[in-house]
């Protein structure tokens, strides 16, 4: 399998995205406390980071990237906003991470700490290589759109629209914005590939150690990190 990136790279030479396959994986349906506690120090870092001052959300460095990048494909709405933005406004606003399992939430932490856009999905449930790259005509997307599935509504992506994509399905629309309800990573996940997704802010590497850590600490899965850039856009991962 091999990740590609070369369709969007040229017009988004900043892009790197890493992408790291988990395996052998225990995901807990429940949040362990230990992750509990260190997610709220990082929801605490984050507002003493981020609301202390007079920095508005839209001048955080790597939310501003994103929304530059969702404007240059045509997004101007401001209800479709990068996974990490959605993040980061909610600590600030006094909500926390959301609870969803022991390793979705080990990477939404990740996120957070880092303002880097992160998602996962279930391996065994993603068919041949993944792409970002612009949407085509006949691509598909089942929208988990605030925990419900709209199985019987489905919502192609939009001409231009940046996707995430394996070979039958888009994986994840806008970019970043939401995944598919299909390969969602559950208790039942034993393989998953997870991408960190950088736009010429953030420290990538430093994300990805953070992530793998922190898989292997709560979700005992033993990791291996590809990175895809302008310079190598297609690279193999498994």
Same mark, same amino acid.
């Given at each position: 399998?091999? +990740? ?7 017009? #988004?030479? &900043? #892009? ?13 349906? /429940? ?7 260190? +997610?709220? /120090?990082?929801?605490?870092?984050? $507002? ?5 001052? %007079? ?25 479709? $906003?990068?996974?990490? %933005?959605? *993040? ?23 996120? *957070? !700490? ?26 598909? #997307? ?45 208790? *039942?996940?034993? $393989?998953? +590939? ?15 150690? &953070? *992530?793998?850590?922190? +898989? ?9 990190? !590809?990175?895809? &850039? ?7 991962? !498994?």
């Amino acid at each position: 399998m091999q +990740i590609d990136i070369s369709e969007i790279s040229g017009n #988004f030479p &900043d #892009f790197r995205v890493a992408v790291v396959v988990a395996e052998n994986l225990e995901i807990s349906a /429940e949040r362990p406390p230990e992750l509990a506690a260190l +997610i709220a /120090e990082r929801e605490e870092a984050c $507002r003493k980071r981020w609301g202390a001052g %007079e920095m508005e959300l839209s001048e955080i460095p790597g939310v501003a990237v994103w929304r530059k990048a969702y404007r240059a494909f045509g997004i101007k709405k401001t209800s479709y $906003r990068s996974s990490v %933005e959605r *993040l980061v406004k909610n600590v600030l606003a006094g909500r926390g991470l959301p609870v969803i399992n022991a390793f979705v939430d080990a990477y939404n932490a990740v996120s *957070l !700490a880092h303002v880097m856009p992160l998602g996962a999905d279930d391996l065994d449930r993603v068919t041949g290589n993944v792409a970002f790259r612009y949407a085509r005509p006949d691509d598909q #997307f089942l929208d988990m759109a605030g925990g419900e599935p709209l199985l019987t509504d489905p919502d192609p992506p939009k001409e231009g629209e940046v996707v995430y994509a394996d070979r039958d399905k888009v994986l994840c629309r806008r970019w970043n914005w939401r995944q598919d309800v299909r390969s969602l990573v559950t208790p *039942l996940t034993h $393989r998953a +590939i997870l991408t960190a997704q950088s736009n010429g802010e953030g420290d990538l590497d430093a994300a990805v150690a &953070d *992530l793998v850590g922190l +898989i292997q600490r709560f979700c005992g899965g033993t990791g291996r990190v !590809a990175i895809a &850039d302008h310079k190598q856009p297609v690279v193999p991962f !498994a």
